[in-house]
């Protein structure tokens, strides 16, 4: 990286070519300095300027679902901090009140670790004095730039008619949907979907009390209430890089 | 970068050679960051242990070159339904911890003496296995749980944002009427940026409590039976990331 060169000795007479070598010499090794110059292990990470290597952006919603010792959950729209999943409406982005979900420039490409930890519950089947468990199966995926990218979160589409493993099966859950991307440069945010899929009872004689609203439902005026994401919480840890993955 | 040479002819003084060796020397010297092309560097030349924010070698302290890694986690392979952690505790609800359970073979404390940190964010991932209640359970009850704090030795603060809530449900299992098997899993963050000084982050525990969830079927309260909800494994580690040059 320094370059120190020879210069005039005393009593040494001063030849043009020469010293114009030297200083196209310095010229030459300042151009063409790369990072196999440089010493490995001769930086300190901490000694990174702020906000350069990793980045870490949070977003989220904090909230309870209303339990009280003395009272079940409120899964209504009366808690205006739940996200009410939509039904039979194709995935829709989760809605975070106050806060924004993350959006970012960078200059550089990354490599994005994004992960979304949810509370989910349903009011339907099993509720408190209500009937046996309706197949409701909400999905939920996370969003990369308006892409979802696949294999993260409960969303397999049934093969065989059946709802099983097409979703979220529980009447509660709390769980977290991973995933890694390599972006380029430019704009980007990140986001979380949730919808129900189809509706569908185990025997036709569970089609009573709280799920009768799912099934007789027109499917212009779904019901909206009682499926719902809770507490959320978005991180996204940004990793720069130089150049692509792998130079 | 451009230095100016001596001409064929000219004659040379010896200040117009220390002024360019002045170029050179000054240009060398003031390199900065929109000086150097893209990848410039690489993981190489960082010094390994100094990916994350932290000073010391606690229990656990991943040393790596590489640009992040789990700097504390716990022993989960100690932690399974041989040594399960009973719920006692109940809540009047889920903001208030009125009352709640240690899960201590899940707490974080560098080995007691803490870990020291810089300014920034620490980021929390956790996983529990709730395995059953202790006898007979029922559809209203609910396990809570989330992530508590101490920094510098202080005052224990709630990581509110880390609460969550699993309901129990009749097992269609005929063999045990008490077993749940919920597994959940939660990331959140610890925002220190706005911190002055590093610090010590002193523990990093997991809690639980049980809620009625009502009273209907006479489970009001926050003592309601004897009946608890275990947690027989689960996984606990965090990550630092500086945010300041102190």
Known sequence: MLYFP?????SDVADPDKVANEFQEAHRVASDTCQYQFQSQAFNHTDLERGTHVVVMSAGVQTGLGISSTGPPVLTTANADLFQIPYARGLQEIDLGSDDWPAWTSEYPELVFVTFSFQYAEMAGWAFGASPPLEIRPRVRISIDGTIPPGAGPAARSMDGLERGTGLPGLTAVTSITTMAFLDAGSHRVSAMAGQGSAAVQAAAEATDEYTAWLTASIDNPPVDKVVIGNRQMTVIRFARGGDLGK | MSVKPPKAGEVIEKADVEDMFDVVRNTVNNLKQENLGRATFGPQHFNPGKALAVSGSPTGYITSATTSGILEESDSASFDYGDMVTITAGATNETTWNGHTDISPLQ?????????????????Y????????????HWHWFTMFGGSYKINGGAETMAQQSVNVVRNTIPTLPW?????????????????SARTEPFILTELNLLGAKLSGGTANGVGGTAFTSCDPQIAGGYHMFLSFKSHNY
């Open chain 1, 6 to 10: 020879y210069g005039l000795y005393d």
């Open chain 2, 108 to 124: 974080l404390n560098g080995s007691g003496s803490g870990y020291a940190l810089h300014p920034g964010m620490i980021v929390v």
């Open chain 2, 126 to 137: 956790y996983s529990l296995r709730i395995k059953n209640w202790t006898t007979d359970n």
């Open chain 2, 176 to 192: 045990a009427a008490s077993i749940q098997e919920d597994n959940v899993s939660f990331w959140y963050c610890i925002d220190t």
